[in-house]
């Protein structure tokens, strides 16, 4: 789903400018192991994105594994990581 918005440039010319709205939903840190994060969100309107900051030692970086399931965000991660959770209008 987008929004549009009528633009006006100074000659007078008109366009449609159309925009896909996302909002971060939360941020969580310190996640390890194995688990599941839910948000009671309206699948149907809202999809959920996830960007992951994954420790690095120096050495190399510890994968952090997830996916998406509607309302769900299930991982695995070796080591303690960050997610960024961003609510998508669909």
């Not at 006006?8 to 400018?17: A, P």
């Not at 840190?29 to 420790?55: C, M, P, Q, W």
């Amino acid at each position: 789903m987008g929004f549009g918005a009528q633009i006006w440039d100074g000659d007078g010319k008109s366009w449609i400018d159309v925009v896909q709205p996302s909002w971060v939903l939360d941020i969580r840190s310190k996640i390890h192991g194995d688990g599941v994060i839910k948000y009671a969100i309206n699948t149907s309107l809202f999809k959920l994105n996830v960007v992951v900051v994954s420790d690095c030692n120096g050495e190399y970086i510890q994968k952090t594994e997830y996916s998406i399931n509607g309302g769900e965000i299930t991982y695995s991660a070796a080591s303690e990581s960050t997610f960024i959770v961003f609510m998508e209008a669909r």
